[in-house]
C-alpha cells in the first residue's frame, strides 16, 4: 500500500505564498508520477498539477499556471508545490495523489492523501 501526507496548508492574504508538501510511504514503485488536486466547497475536484518520475515533465491547469510550480525530491519520496500570487479563488482543499501513467483526471490515481486546507482571504 501507499501513503500521502500532505502538509503546508494555512491561511494567507491574497498575492502572499504558500508551499505544500506530500510525503509518500509504503510500497512506492519508482516511474510514478505524483499530482496535486484540489477541492473548494460546493465543487468538483479539480486538476491542479503533476509531475513525472524524473522531475522534467510538469503540467499545470490553465487556473494555475505561472503562479504554481510543482517539484519532487525521490530521495525524500515527496513531492512540493510552491503556490506564488496566491487569490481568493484558490481557497479549497488541496489533495495530493500518485499514479503510474500521465493522467489529469482524478479517476486515473489510485492513492490520495488526507488532503491540507489552503485559505487565501481578499
Known amino acids: 500500500q501507499v501513503q500521502l501526507v500532505e502538509s503546508g496548508g494555512g491561511l494567507v492574504q491574497a498575492g502572499g505564498s504558500l508551499r505544500l508538501s506530500c510525503a509518500a510511504s509504503g510500497r512506492t514503485i519508482s516511474g510514478n508520477y505524483m499530482g496535486w488536486f484540489r477541492q473548494a466547497p460546493g465543487r468538483e475536484r479539480e486538476f491542479v498539477s503533476t509531475?513525472?518520475?524524473?522531475?522534467?515533465?510538469?503540467y499545470y491547469a490553465d487556473s494555475v499556471k505561472g503562479r504554481f510550480t510543482i517539484s519532487r525530491d525521490n530521495t525524500k519520496k515527496t513531492v512540493y508545490l510552491q503556490m506564488n500570487s496566491l487569490k481568493p479563488e484558490d481557497t479549497a482543499v488541496y489533495y495530493c495523489?500518485?499514479?503510474?501513467?500521465?493522467?489529469?483526471?482524478?479517476?486515473?490515481?489510485?492513492?490520495w492523501g488526507q488532503g491540507t486546507q489552503v485559505t487565501v482571504s481578499s
Open positions: 495523489a500518485l499514479t503510474y501513467g500521465l493522467s489529469t483526471d482524478s479517476n486515473g490515481y489510485p492513492y
Open positions: 509531475i513525472n518520475w524524473s522531475g522534467d515533465a510538469t
